[in-house]
């Protein structure tokens, strides 16, 4: 088994940056890649960036590119996601998760982070 853990959200003003952490254990071997998703009230929920787990292939959704940066620290089993220039429209729960090769879904997730940004 896999599991993935998330931690670094807040409270941050508009302009401000946070760094999210997503601490994996367990079968970290079955890991192909990880990645950040995002959930508002009401809203669905959107994949922001993801990177795989052997490789530096990294991947960003439209809404977030050139403001967030997704890294990898394979000795700590570590998924980073630095936020900066945070908007109001960021503010949702983050939630870390991670999938196995050929999976069709993302099969370990976390429980979720808060990040709410502030005018």
């Known amino acids: 088994q896999v599991h993935v853990a998330e931690s670094g959200g807040g409270l941050v003003q508009a302009g401000g940056s946070l760094r999210l952490s997503c601490a994996a254990s367990?079968?970290?071997?079955?890991?192909?890649?990880v990645a950040w998703f995002r959930q508002a009230p009401g809203q669905e929920r959107e994949n922001v960036a993801q990177?795989?787990?052997?490789?530096?292939?990294?991947a960003y959704s439209n809404s977030v590119k050139g403001r967030f940066t997704i890294s990898r620290d394979n000795a700590e089993s570590t998924v980073y996601l630095q936020m900066n220039s945070l908007k109001p429209e960021d503010t949702a729960v983050y939630y870390c998760?991670?999938?196995?090769?050929?999976?069709?879904?993302?099969?370990?997730w976390g429980q979720g982070t808060q990040v709410t940004v502030s005018t």
């Open positions: 998760a991670a999938t196995r090769p050929a999976s069709p879904t993302w099969d370990y």
């Open positions: 367990g079968q970290t071997f079955r890991i192909s890649a």
């Open positions: 990177i795989s787990w052997t490789s530096s292939t990294t």
